[in-house]
């Protein structure tokens, strides 16, 4: 079973989401766990404190190494070793490359920070990864943490109904976007389904579906298009060269 542990400081919002639709037939199924656990419970003075004022001052507040670091061992020391992973705006972005790493492995153990973030030595210490899910700012990592699962989940054995889906859809196997979908009726306000698709051609409807593609990722996604024709792999080697020169 994969199972994700989530450390916060609100853990009612988990399963949320993700207790519906194909990921919540495969928590009720046991595919896989949802184990979140409250970080304040690992406190350890009468008000039951979290964080504290920053070192060198500044606004805001920073949740303490010390009651991170015991809700880490707690989740850490329960089952098989997992990768452990801080979310946050600073860290790696999160792709499909690290979600299948990660769906393909036993789980993961999340760390959702809130305030003005977590104690650097508590990161360094355990050797958290710290992801991100974008370039913006949130009020805490459980939404990031929501998001990271929900792509997770999805991509383990029994979650989806056809396994080509994932192969197909945006930032499936061939690094494009998807392209567009279209259903009955077949004229809608004027607008009609592009004819190849009605066609039956299925070689023609392939080809279509690849064009649009493309032209979907060069347009909207340059830096995607890029990596799919190799041109990002070309610029960062002549780059490498002159910079050694």
Known sequence: MWHASILTLFPEMFPG??????AGKALRDKIWRCD???IRAHATDRHRSVDDTPCGGGAGMVMRPDVVDAAMDAALT?????????????GRLLDQALVRELSAGPGVVLLCGRFEGVDQRVIEARGLREVSIGDYVLSGGEVAALALLDACVRLLPGV??????AEEESHGASALLEYPHYTRPVEWQGRSVPPVLLSGHHAEVARWRRAEAEKIT???????????TGTETSARAIAGQTAAA
Request: aromatic fraction near 6%.
């Open 36 to 38: 979140a656990r409250d």
């Open 218 to 228: 060069r347009e909207r996604r340059p830096d995607l298009w890029a990596r799919h």
């Open 160 to 165: 989806m109904g056809a396994a080509e889906s």
């Open 17 to 22: 989401p993700l207790g519906l639709s194909l």
């Open 78 to 90: 329960e089952g098989v070793p997992r990768p452990a992973l801080f979310l946050t705006p600073r």
